[in-house]
């Protein structure tokens, strides 16, 4: 009997930024079985250096310039690349990526196309983009959207407009062991940034982006400030409003409060020195630093919106308000802090929301599960180290799906060309 191919997967993103989408892609990239499957990812340069040094060393890095000025170039290049890999699955992230990627995907005849929207795009403007006709449109080209959270699958469904049938909930994970928050790391890192042990502290980890609401947050700061004079404020992130919310600091004198670090990778260290975790923001998927707190034992507060409120429970993990009420947010920051008793629950009540919700085994599972779904094949279990059971038996499928690609691609190849 034949014996079955390797299974190639290809990630694709046009961002160049790395935070939570990047980190869900990496965790993919380090945790999905490697029998049968076989990875690449394709991405902008400035993303690929980001990244290079965190990507598992059999995943091939492709960079890709996507620049405007060399569209057909782009394109071109991308179907070069699908053909000599001959990708069988291949998974975009984010819809703007998709866009670009899902239609080459289907006119090179890839026998799986999928997205993964991250988060409700409340950010877009104009008839066209708001209406989501394009999103419409251009699913024509997918077979399954990944939603990360059940809000996110129902703004996929009643906002876009997506086929219900095509929308997959597959919500984000993270590794325990990872975010373990050791207490050493607390005392340590508080010594390197000049503070005391019980000085209250804030972590902010958020690109500097008007979604995620860091201007709500400064207006809060004031007010928190007056019952815990000593506040630190730590924002952990980049993005195009820096210089903006350095203005806005210094115009609210909140110099010695509020720091801006930049990005950084390892969370773990900078929630084990926190004591609150704040998310400010006006929309979200679900938001992975918030899952990554918990799973470090440390409470969140947060906005009430979209998938936050799956993970960022009240009362239980955290504490939740609504977007653009800076008094909310300063009475919840101030409730917790005033209780550290209350506040080590809740760390310690999110940590398990996590292992029983939120671990990434789950999501690993889950979406090795879809892939061998949206080939035909029967799903298999993955062992503890990850690999799956033997597919020597599914030989004679292959052989009948990749009779259907060919077929498919007799069909779309002129296509491709014009695209």
């Known amino acids: 009997m034949m014996k079955s191919r390797e299974i190639a997967v290809l990630f694709f993103t046009g961002t160049r930024v790395r935070y939570g989408a990047e980190e869900h892609m990496l965790t ?12 690449h990812m394709v991405c902008p340069p400035e993303l690929a250096e980001k990244v290079r ?19 057909i170039k782009d394109i071109l290049d991308f179907v070069k690349i699908l053909k000599t890999r001959h990708i069988d699955i ?33 950010w877009r403007r104009g008839w066209l983009k708001s209406s989501n006709l394009l999103d419409r449109a251009f699913g024509y080209f997918v ?41 050493e790391k607390r005392f340590a890192m508080r010594k390197d940034m000049g503070l005391q042990e019980d000085t209250p502290t804030l972590i902010v980890p958020a690109r500097l982006e008007l979604q995620k609401g860091h201007s709500v947050l400064l207006d809060a700061v004031p007010l928190i400030l007056r019952e815990f004079p000593r506040l630190q404020v730590i924002c952990l992130g980049d993005g195009g409003l820096r210089r903006d919310l350095e203005a ?22 900078w929630f084990a020195m926190g004591d609150v975790t704040v998310l400010s923001s006006f929309y979200e998927g679900l938001p992975l630093v918030a899952i990554e707190s918990l799973a470090a034992s440390r409470a969140v507060v947060a906005t009430a919106v979209d ?3 799956e993970v960022v429970v009240d009362g239980i993990s955290g504490k939740t308000v609504p977007p653009g009420q800076p008094v909310a947010l300063a009475e919840a920051i101030c409730g917790l802090l005033r209780e ?65 690609s060919d077929k498919l691609l007799a069909k779309t190849a002129p296509i491709g060309f014009f695209i």
């Open 307 to 309: 998938g936050t409120p």
């Open 143 to 183: 077979d399954f959207f990944i939603a990360v959270s059940e809000a996110n699958a129902l703004y996929l469904i009643n906002r876009k407009r997506l086929p219900r049938e095509k929308v997959v909930v597959i919500r984000n994970g993270c590794d325990l062991n990872r975010f373990s928050a050791p207490s």
């Open 90 to 122: 291949l998974h975009s992230h984010m819809s703007f990526s998709s866009r670009f990627a899902s239609p080459i995907g289907w006119a090179c005849g890839v026998r799986a196309i999928l997205e993964t929207n991250h988060v409700a795009e409340n």
């Open 53 to 71: 040094a965190d990507l598992p060393a059999d995943v091939e890095l492709i960079e890709l310039p996507l620049t405007s000025s060399s569209r």
């Open 340 to 404: 550290p008793a209350l506040l080590e629950k809740l760390g310690r009540q999110g940590r398990d929301l996590v292992q029983r919700e939120f671990n990434q085994q789950r999501q690993v599972q889950q979406t090795a599960a879809l892939y061998f779904s949206c080939l035909g094949r029967p799903t298999q279990r993955l062992d503890s180290k990850g690999e799956t059971s033997s597919d020597a038996e599914r030989g004679t499928n292959d052989e009948r799906l990749a009779t259907q």
């Open 28 to 39: 993919l990239l380090r945790e999905l079985p490697r029998t049968p499957f076989r990875f």
């Open 248 to 269: 806005k600091v210094l115009q609210l004198n909140l110099q010695q409060t509020v720091r801006f670090l930049g990005f950084q990778p390892n969370l773990n260290n």
